[in-house]
C-alpha cells in the first residue's frame, strides 16, 4: 500500500505563485512514477505533470508548461508542484498519485495511476 498526502493549496491571486507537495509512503519503490492531476467542478480530471522517481525525467500538459514545475526530494518521498502565473482557470482540486507500473515512460491517463491522495483545494481569484 502507499499514502500519498497534499498539501500546499490555498487562495492566491492571478498571476500568483503556490508550491503543492506530496509526501508519499508506504510501500514506494524508486521504478515508480508519480503524477499531479486536477479536476475543476463540472470537469474531468485532468493530467497536469508526471515524474519518476529514479532519473526525475518529467512530462506536462501543454496546459501548464512553462508555467509549473515538478520535481522530487527522494529522501523526503515527497514530489513537488511549483506553480507560478496562476490563472483563475487553474482553480481546482490538486491530486497527486502513484504509478506502480511505470516502465520508463511517463503516463497521462488517471486509469494508469493506481494510488491517490486525498486532494488539495487551489483557488486563483481574478
Known amino acids: 500500500q502507499v499514502q500519498l498526502v497534499e498539501s500546499g493549496g490555498g487562495l492566491v491571486q492571478a498571476g500568483g505563485s503556490l508550491r503543492l507537495s506530496c509526501a508519499a509512503s508506504?510501500?514506494?519503490?524508486?521504478?515508480?512514477?508519480m503524477g499531479w492531476f486536477r479536476q475543476a467542478p463540472g470537469k474531468e480530471r485532468e493530467f497536469i505533470a508526471a515524474i519518476s522517481w529514479s532519473i526525475g525525467n518529467t512530462y506536462y500538459a501543454d496546459s501548464v508548461k512553462g508555467r509549473f514545475t515538478i520535481s522530487r526530494d527522494n529522501a523526503k518521498n515527497t514530489v513537488y508542484l511549483q506553480m507560478n502565473s496562476l490563472k483563475p482557470e487553474d482553480t481546482a482540486v490538486y491530486y497527486c498519485a502513484a504509478d506502480r507500473l511505470y516502465r520508463g515512460y511517463l503516463r497521462r491517463s488517471e486509469y494508469d495511476y493506481n494510488y491517490w491522495g486525498q486532494g488539495t483545494q487551489v483557488t486563483v481569484s481574478s
Open positions: 508506504g510501500r514506494i519503490f524508486s521504478s515508480d512514477a
